[in-house]
């Protein structure tokens, strides 16, 4: 395992939900992080979150625009580690009914965006470092109906995380696949009926409860210290798969 005490890490997503909690963990290890997301104003409120500290970077930028994310990775320099969780809520249409146009937007946000990103993240990683993309349950039990979009991009990272680390390899490449967790994202997608989704999966699931970012943050700081895991999935999600 290496440590990642002195480590320098990019984080697409990480001024709010799994990306932050990823952060504290980071940070809590030594490591340097550079948090990246569209709104100065969530960054700032990040930083706070992580305390003042010189190695706590904000840097807005927006992951659907590639002079952004070239940006992003200029001023972070040579790194060992990037990860993502960044995205936007999925369409939830059945097939029948869907936007082609809103479905184009969305795959572009999630799955050429990390497209992006993987060609700038090869350029920027030091030797032997690693990338970390980030999944979700729904491509084991995708929403019926409603769910085939976001359970095929879901699914294309396992794929995606494979290929490259038969490409990219030294460079390490994963994949991240969590259950529910208690974000600001989950409040877009249902808004106030949160709390009674949450309640009816947590007495079916055999965690017991709903994950929160803490709960999943461990699986992503697993796959930059295991230096030999490559071109895998790691699920945590609390036996979601499994009911």
């Known amino acids: 395992m290496t440590s990642l005490d002195g480590k320098k890490i990019l984080i697409f997503g990480g001024s709010r939900g ?15 992080v550079f948090i990246v997301g569209r709104s100065p ?15 706590v970077h904000g840097i807005a930028a927006d992951m659907t625009k590639e002079a952004d994310v070239a940006r992003a990775f200029k001023q972070a320099g040579a790194i060992d580690h990037f990860m993502t969780t960044a995205g936007t809520p ?10 082609i146009d809103a479905t184009r937007r969305f795959i572009d946000e999630k799955m050429i965006s990390s ?57 390490r490449v994963n994949v991240v696949s969590p259950g529910w967790v208690d974000t600001p994202m989950f409040d877009e997608i249902v808004g106030d009926a ?43 999600d609390g036996g979601h798969r499994l009911i």
Not at 41 to 55: D, H, R
Not at 119 to 131: P, T
Not at 196 to 221: H, M, N, Q, T
């Open 18 to 32: 799994i990306g932050l909690g990823v952060a504290k963990a980071a940070l809590e290890r030594g490591a340097e």
């Open 41 to 55: 104003e969530k960054l700032k409120a990040a930083e706070k979150v992580l305390g003042k500290s010189t190695k």
């Open 90 to 99: 999925p369409p939830n249409d059945s097939i029948g009914d869907i936007d």
């Open 115 to 171: 497209m992006t990103l993987a060609k700038h993240a090869s350029k920027a990683l030091k030797r032997g470092g690693s990338m970390t993309f980030t999944s979700g349950i729904n491509k084991d039990k995708p929403p019926v109906p409603g769910g085939s979009v976001v359970a095929a991009v879901a699914q294309s990272f396992d794929a995606f995380a494979r290929a490259l680390a038969l490409e990219l390899g030294p460079t």
């Open 194 to 236: 949160k709390h009674g989704y949450f309640e009816e999966l947590a007495a079916r699931l055999p965690s017991g409860r709903i994950a929160k970012p803490a709960d999943v943050a461990p699986a992503y700081i697993y796959l930059m210290e295991s230096d030999f895991t490559t071109g895998e999935t790691v699920h945590i």
